[in-house]
C-alpha cells in the first residue's frame, strides 16, 4: 500500500507482539495504530500489559497526553509528591495523564492487567531512574 493510499481509506492493522516494547519494566506495549503502522502523525495506540505483582519505574510522557480504557485487572498509577497519592482503576474505567506528570504505574495483584493505551502526539517515554 502506498503513503497515499494509507491516508485516503481506513484499513485494519494486525497486531503484532514481536513488535511489541518494554519502555518500562513490567508493562509491554504492542503498537496498533502508529506513525509506523499507518503513518499517523499525530496518535500512537496499542494494547498494553502489566505484569501480575509488578511495580515499574517513575517516568513521565513528556509533551504526549496518554488516555488509557482498562479492559481486565487494575492499575495503580501513583503522582504527586514522592508519589504518595495514586488512583486505581479497573474494567471499564479510563485514565487520562496530562503531558508531563511524574507517574508511576503498578499492578499489586495476581491477575493481568491489559488496557487499549492511545496518546498523542507519540508514544513518549522518559524513564526517571530509579
Given at each position: 500500500?502506498?503513503?497515499?493510499?494509507?491516508?485516503?481509506?481506513?484499513?485494519?492493522?494486525?497486531?503484532?507482539?514481536?513488535?511489541?516494547?518494554?519502555?518500562?519494566?513490567?508493562?509491554?506495549?504492542?503498537?496498533?495504530?502508529?506513525?509506523?503502522?499507518?503513518?499517523a502523525?499525530?496518535?500512537?495506540?496499542?494494547?498494553?500489559?502489566?505484569?501480575?505483582?509488578?511495580?515499574?519505574?517513575?517516568?513521565?510522557h513528556?509533551?504526549?497526553?496518554?488516555?488509557?480504557?482498562?479492559?481486565?485487572?487494575?492499575?495503580?498509577?501513583?503522582?504527586?509528591?514522592?508519589?504518595?497519592?495514586?488512583?486505581?482503576?479497573?474494567?471499564?474505567d479510563?485514565?487520562?495523564?496530562?503531558?508531563?506528570?511524574?507517574?508511576?504505574?503498578?499492578n499489586?495483584?495476581?491477575?493481568?492487567?491489559?488496557?487499549?493505551?492511545?496518546?498523542?502526539?507519540?508514544?513518549?517515554?522518559?524513564?526517571?531512574?530509579?
Amino acid at each position: 500500500m502506498t503513503d497515499r493510499e494509507q491516508m485516503t481509506k481506513p484499513y485494519i492493522v494486525r497486531a503484532t507482539p514481536s513488535e511489541s516494547t518494554l519502555q518500562t519494566r513490567g508493562m509491554e506495549r504492542i503498537p496498533g495504530v502508529t506513525s509506523d503502522t499507518v503513518g499517523a502523525s499525530k496518535l500512537w495506540m496499542g494494547y498494553v500489559t502489566a505484569a501480575p505483582n509488578d511495580r515499574g519505574p517513575a517516568h513521565h510522557h513528556g509533551e504526549a497526553e496518554t488516555g488509557v480504557y482498562v479492559l481486565k485487572g487494575r492499575l495503580r498509577v501513583y503522582f504527586g509528591e514522592d508519589f504518595k497519592e495514586f488512583i486505581e482503576a479497573g474494567p471499564g474505567d479510563f485514565i487520562w495523564v496530562p503531558p508531563h506528570v511524574h507517574h508511576i504505574e503498578e499492578n499489586p495483584y495476581d491477575e493481568l492487567y491489559e488496557a487499549v493505551l492511545v496518546r498523542s502526539p507519540d508514544n513518549i517515554v522518559v524513564n526517571l531512574g530509579e
